[in-house]
């Protein structure tokens, strides 16, 4: 029995979400579970130390179900991670590239190699994973049949990787939250460009959430994300998940946070977490860029 603490994540192994985990946290062990609920249960059990989850995608945009799952979740949020993604087409060993006819892979990861898939004239099959895939495609040798998947899964599942990195597009990448049970983790240390993350739901009140997000405009807080979500089937999107720059202590912060309250009926704090390296090199390239037209 490994002595490492786990780190849980939702999907196959060989997944994108497994190389997230074994690249970011090579001291944690990789605990597969089904669903998100499954890996969140893990943490909050104590089976699990931490766990990652994908929230959003560059080019998928963000990953369902995830962000009215976190506030129910009874976790809090630690830290984030960013992950180029890419897929390499895969196959059972010596099938050759012009013998294959079908590619499986979950629909995201075909959309994403859309123009891959039209080159080789291939006809793409659904599957639930990535890593799924080809598992399946180990278990049943298909010499017609290819998978996408990262390159952690031809190596779990014994495929040979036929061509790399076939995703449309190189900025494909995907963020993934690290979750902790702990009800107060250690915040971020002086210095450290922090995120705030938080959900809320308004009033139901003429301009509440106009009013309520008021605060961080007036007081100079930007806002990274905002998205709203329904609540109990409701057809009424008085729900939102948000981040902003900054630490709740922070007294432009603490006085949007003040002002949110006052327009809302309930506020909750789901993380305070380092801002990862990936954004500066983001906001680099994009001022290069505007510096250089």
């Known amino acids: 029995m490994s002595d490492q603490p786990k780190i849980a994540f939702q999907g196959d192994i060989g997944s994108n979400s497994d190389e997230a985990c074994r690249t970011f946290f090579p001291d944690y062990e990789p605990a597969p579970y089904a669903a998100f609920e499954d890996a969140f249960e893990a943490v909050k059990s104590g089976s699990c130390a931490l766990a990652m989850i994908p929230v ?22 630690v830290g984030e991670r960013f992950k180029p993604i ?50 399946a495609l180990a ?23 036929l061509l790399r990195d076939v995703e449309d597009e190189a900025h494909n990448t995907t963020r993934f939250l690290i979750m902790s ?61 948000a981040e902003v720059d900054g630490r709740p202590e922070d007294p432009p912060v603490a006085r949007a946070l003040e002002e949110l309250g006052f327009f809302s009926d309930h506020v909750e704090l789901l993380g305070v977490f380092a801002a990862d390296l990936f954004r500066r090199m983001v906001k680099e390239r994009a001022s290069r860029r505007q510096a250089n037209p």
């Open 56 to 77: 959003e995608n560059s080019i998928a945009g963000r990953v369902a179900d995830v962000h009215h799952l976190l506030p129910r979740s009874g976790l809090r949020i």
């Open 86 to 135: 890419h897929f390499q087409l895969m196959a059972n060993r010596g099938v050759r590239l012009e013998d294959l006819r079908v590619v499986a892979s979950m629909p995201i990861a075909l959309g994403q190699c859309r123009r891959m898939i039209r080159r080789l004239n291939l006809t793409g099959e659904p599957a639930g994973d990535t890593a799924g895939a080809a598992r």
């Open 139 to 161: 278990e049943h040798p298909d010499p017609r049949k290819a998978a996408l998947a990262p390159a952690l899964a031809a190596e779990l599942y014994g495929l040979d990787i």
């Open 181 to 241: 049970a702990e009800r107060n983790p250690p915040r971020p240390g002086d210095g450290v460009e922090c995120i705030t993350s938080f959900a809320f739901r308004v009033r139901n009140i003429p301009a509440a959430l106009y009013k309520a997000l008021g605060g961080f405009a007036t007081n100079g807080v930007n806002m990274t994300k905002l998205e709203s979500y329904m609540e109990d089937g409701a057809f009424t999107a008085t729900f939102f998940f």
